[in-house]
């Protein structure tokens, strides 16, 4: 685990927001699963396909 260090919140940078999203997404894989994570992509896929 990386240590934790004090991030703009107003403008975080690049890196922490790549790594964020890492961890948010692993997280919401073994939350839900493979079969239901493929499935909220498609889903989140579909909106943006109508936006």
Known sequence: M???KAVNVNN???????EFHQ???K???RKLGIDNSRKLLELIKEEKDEE
Request: avoid cysteine.
């Open 27 to 29: 997280s919401l894989v």
């Open 2 to 4: 990386k240590p934790i």
């Open 12 to 18: 975080p940078d690049k890196e922490f927001l790549e």
């Open 23 to 25: 961890i948010l997404a």
